[in-house]
């Protein structure tokens, strides 16, 4: 397995435009995180996925956004009608939650960059 | 809610000097501590984490940090600095019950000076 796979790395939409990002976790990983981190930032979460089931939001995810994760394999981030602010590197993280213990790591991805212009 | 602080935005160090990166974490209820790596347009790197146990924690790449429950500080250290250490440093928690969902401080970027 080669770790967290993110595509595209790279993106540049005109405002008002809809764009969708994908990530591929882990495959044994039951988990799978989506950050947001703007220039000079560290990563901020946006949400969360248990399987299929999306268990946590950020307020940080407007309407604009929506994440899904359908089969619980790989997850799609949507950004709808973008906007300047919305320029940013979102990277996905994944980590295995059926292991015994206490929880220990979430791998992260390279991130898709994203330029609104 | 938790949240972590990191003083300094940028740290530059001559090459083979020792450095430290400070981080300061508050929180209510225990968590987890850990210091990821970011190199330019990457995604990012898990250098060591706290879970339990021994306050000092080594890490890769030579680096190891400090957990100090009375100062909420866990602060990274190398003996020794490389060219190839020049990158941006993330502190972060974690709530040490539930999912691995990261808090992260704004980070410290480090410059290795010939």
């Known amino acids: 397995d080669t770790g967290v796979s993110q595509n595209p790395r790279h993106k540049i939409t005109k405002r008002g435009q809809n764009v969708t990002f994908r990530c591929d976790p882990i495959s044994e990983h039951n988990r799978l995180y989506w950050y947001r981190q703007t220039l000079g930032q560290g990563p901020e979460f946006l949400t969360y996925?248990?399987?299929?089931?999306?268990?946590?939001k950020s307020r940080l995810l407007s309407d604009r956004f929506s994440a899904e994760r359908p089969k619980g394999s790989f997850s799609t981030l949507e950004i709808q009608r973008t906007e300047q602010g919305d320029s940013a590197m979102y990277l996905c993280?994944?980590?295995?939650?059926?292991?015994?213990?206490?929880?220990?790591?979430?791998?992260f991805g390279q991130g898709t960059r994203l330029t609104v212009v | 809610a938790q949240s972590v602080t990191q003083l300094d935005s940028q740290v530059p160090v001559f090459e083979e000097a020792p450095v430290e990166l400070r981080c300061n974490y508050s929180s209510s209820v225990s968590v987890y501590l850990f210091w990821y790596v970011q190199y330019p347009n990457q995604g990012l790197q898990l250098l060591l984490k706290y879970l339990s146990g021994s306050t000092l924690v080594k890490g890769i790449n030579g680096f190891e940090a400090e957990f100090n429950k009375s100062q909420t500080s866990f602060h990274l250290r190398k003996p020794s600095v490389h060219i190839s250490d020049t990158a941006e440093y993330f502190c972060a928690v974690s709530l040490n019950f539930g999912n691995e969902k990261l808090t992260f401080g704004t980070g410290t970027r480090l410059t290795i000076i010939p």
């Open positions: 993280a994944s980590s295995d939650g059926q292991r015994r213990g206490p929880n220990t790591e979430a791998f």
């Open positions: 996925f248990q399987n299929e089931a999306q268990l946590e």
